[in-house]
């Protein structure tokens, strides 16, 4: 995706599909994350290192995770979120290194299209709000979401001020 300045303020946008490198997971992220983590940057950082041989230079993006369980997944019980987090990676990768065995890294694409999104600066446990607040834009531009909650984590867990990207497939409200 484009670099740009993000906006606090919720906006629509248009963006293509993206290869990622993928782990899917079940339970408490305090408790999954960090072999997550692990596995994806091992991952993505041999991809790297390989392509940088062959000459390719890859930059590697800000960690994503999709989160499902319907527009209410905040309410399902931490134990019991299921995720996929994942690493943009470049086009037409067809599997990575798997560097942590125990943790699966799969490729996937993603689709996005149509994209309602929203720069939050803060707590994660805070975030209710500004989720509310998207949904409410996504409804008065017209739309309807169409995908999962996604969230594309802009700083390091722990940061004193995080800031995360809060983002839905979206799609034109259907006319009934």
């Known amino acids: 995706m484009p670099s740009r300045k993000l906006k606090t303020d919720p906006e629509i946008a248009q963006f293509p599909p993206r290869t990622m490198a993928v782990v899917r997971t079940r339970g408490d992220p305090n408790e999954v994350g960090e072999g997550v983590f692990r596995a994806l940057y091992g991952a993505a950082y041999a991809l790297k290192f390989d392509l940088k041989k062959r000459g390719v230079e890859f930059r590697i993006e800000a960690p994503r995770a999709r989160w499902f369980a319907g527009e209410n997944w905040r309410e399902v019980p931490r134990e019991a979120w299921e995720a996929a987090w994942a690493l943009p990676i470049p086009e037409g990768t067809a ?42 834009f996504i409804d008065a531009q017209g739309y309807e979401i169409a995908g999962p909650h996604e969230e594309e984590y802009l700083s390091r867990p722990g940061a004193k001020e995080p800031k995360t990207v809060i983002r839905y497939q979206v799609r034109p409200k259907s006319a009934n």
């Open 95 to 136: 599997e990575v290194t798997q560097k942590m065995p125990e943790t699966h890294v799969g490729v996937e694409t993603w689709e996005y299209g149509p994209v309602a999104q929203v720069l939050y600066i803060g707590e994660y446990a805070n975030e209710g709000p500004t989720i509310e607040a998207l949904h409410a």
